[in-house]
């Protein structure tokens, strides 16, 4: 009997939550009679979604150890150290290596899987800030600093890590000389409110958010990576020739890039081409991607990324960018575009809005794609990096 445990230390919501409930899912089903299960939470929300399976212990951060934490990482004192001494000054290390587990899933991207002194699996999403310093977001305010740390640690302490794709894993390799037997690919999939959707709740969905009959679909923080200048701009040229054009767009108001994206929606004469949705309930997710024309999704960041695999399940068309992993994600489900190139974009938009059968074929293309990789093989392969790192 193994014993497996799972760090659940995503808040929440927001697309950490979601890989994290993906990781979740799939570790419920290993069959009970090979694994012993702990889970490791620190939102209560968290016991529920275990479904009273396995031991749970909650992870509770006092003054003390952040008080700890900080000033250890500050002075720049070794992890080695750290990892050495840990279990007698911080309860929550002590929990996790009392549990004595084979090994411990680390999903979230956090300090555990370095800093607690216990075997870890740990899972590393992107290296953007390396392959796209320019942006803000993964480089400015100690961001870039804080990656670099984090990523290395990681690499160093853990006994496996995660990917995304073969792209992911190059990138790891080359980034901090990580062996590549370290190095497992786990691709992603679509997260669970989009395979369990409830067909019902649809029904008033069009007029609760006064959609319009035909939209290109993009749900995304407007951080300036995410490209929605490009899109935008895409549009305002398309709507010269297509004034019937419509975008929803989802995504919080209140942080990032959204003012600048605001203000050129306005002053390309867009208003009411433009439905700014603002944050929707994952319950409304799945109506939203069933009732677009297409996905559009022209960002700048990689390897993968999990909107496209959405799309596929539920039946909708997509055009991504063409960078990292995304070709080898999508194969021939979906069209490319450079993100750079407005005028690329844009004729993948006229495209797509005005061929039926480009958009039946990628759609069934779509659908056959999510049918191969999907939770049923997303839980075998992590059933196999499991054994593999078990023994």
Same mark, same amino acid.
């Given at each position: ?24 899912d ?21 016991l ?18 952040r ?34 587990c ?8 956090d ?128 709507? @010269?020739?297509?004034?019937? %054009? $419509? !975008?929803?767009l989802?995504?919080? /108001?209140?942080?990032?890039?959204? *003012?600048?994206? +605001? ?33 559009v ?47 690329? @974009?844009?004729?993948?938009? %006229? $495209? !797509?809005?005005?061929?039926?059968? /480009?958009?039946?074929?990628?759609? *069934?293309?779509? +659908? ?5 990789w ?18």
């Open positions: 009997m193994k014993k497996i445990g799972v760090l659940l230390t995503a808040r929440p919501g927001g697309g950490s939550y979601q890989y994290t409930q993906s990781i979740l799939a570790v419920l089903g290993l069959p009970r009679n090979q694994y012993s299960l702990v889970f490791a939470y620190l939102d209560p929300l968290w529920a979604a275990t479904g009273g399976v396995g031991r749970a212990i909650h992870l509770r951060t006092t003054l003390w150890s008080f700890l934490n900080r000033v250890w990482h500050e002075a720049g004192l070794p992890i080695a150290a750290w990892r050495r001494t840990a279990a007698h000054l911080d309860g929550r290390m002590r929990a996790l290596a009392a549990e004595k084979d090994l411990w899933i680390c999903p979230d991207q300090s555990y899987a370095f800093r607690a002194n216990v075997r870890t699996v740990a899972t590393v999403h992107d290296l953007m800030h390396r392959y796209e310093p320019s942006f803000a977001e993964v480089s400015d305010g100690g961001e870039y600093a804080a990656r670099e740390f984090h990523f290395r640690e990681t690499c160093r302490w853990s006994q496996g890590v995660l990917v995304d794709s073969s792209v992911g894993r190059q990138q790891l390799v080359d980034a901090y000389g990580v062996s590549p037997d370290k190095v497992f690919v786990l691709p992603y999939i679509a997260p669970r409110y989009i395979y369990n959707h409830d067909l019902a709740a649809e029904g008033d969905l069009k007029k609760r958010h006064s959609l319009p009959d035909k939209y290109f679909f993009y749900p995304a923080q407007f951080y300036a990576h995410k490209n929605h200048v490009a899109l935008i701009g895409a549009l305002a040229r398309m709507s @010269i020739a297509h004034p019937d %054009v $419509r !975008l929803v989802v995504g919080s /108001l209140q942080r990032n890039n959204y *003012a600048r994206v +605001r203000e050129l929606i306005d002053t390309n004469g867009l208003a009411d081409r433009v439905v700014v949705l603002g944050y929707v309930p994952q319950a409304d997710m799945a109506g939203l991607y069933r009732g677009a024309r297409a996905l999704m022209p960002t700048f960041f990689g390897p993968t990324n999990i909107p496209q695999l959405e799309a596929f399940a539920l039946g909708c068309p997509v055009a991504t960018s063409r960078i990292y992993g995304i070709p080898e994600q999508v194969g021939d489900a979906a069209l490319l575009f450079d993100p750079a190139s407005v005028g690329e @974009i844009h004729d993948c938009l %006229v $495209r !797509l809005w005005t061929d039926d059968a /480009l958009c039946a074929d990628l759609a *069934a293309k779509g +659908r056959a794609r999510s049918r191969v999907g939770p049923p093989q997303f839980r075998d392969r992590l059933r196999e990096i499991i054994d593999a790192l078990t023994g």
